[in-house]
């Protein structure tokens, strides 16, 4: 059974950093690419970025380009979302998916399992 778990958000003020993991089990990890999402308070879950099965290439959304940057460790399973100058907007719980495939893609029916998500909370 593949299990995704999502650590380190948390409070931070604006202008801040937080850095968020993502450990994977139950799916040969390296074969697939891997998504964070986010989701704000009454709004729809919304793409953040993704990444290739080997790292090779990621995409991320227009709203957190040049402060988000995500990375991948296959040999640790893990994905991580390097969040910089974070402003109260990205306030939300973020989501971490893996795909059904080796490549990232911004849709959500793209990825067939999800984690329980983090929480992320900037103060102005």
């Known amino acids: 059974q593949v299990q995704l778990v999502e650590s380190g958000g948390g409070l931070v003020q604006a202008g801040g950093s937080l850095r968020l993991s993502c450990a994977a089990s139950g799916r040969t990890f390296r074969n697939y690419a891997m998504g964070w999402f986010r989701q704000a308070p009454g709004k729809e879950r919304e793409f953040v970025a993704d990444?290739?099965?080997?790292?090779?290439?990621?995409y991320t959304a227009d709203s957190v380009k040049g402060r988000f940057t995500i990375s991948r460790d296959n040999a640790k399973n893990t994905v991580y979302l390097q969040m910089n100058s974070l402003k109260p907007e990205d306030t939300a719980v973020y989501y971490c998916a893996i795909a059904r495939g080796p490549l990232g893609t911004r849709s959500e029916s793209g990825y067939d399992f999800w984690g329980q998500g983090t929480q992320v909370t900037v103060s102005s």
């Open positions: 990444i290739s099965w080997s790292g090779g290439t990621t």
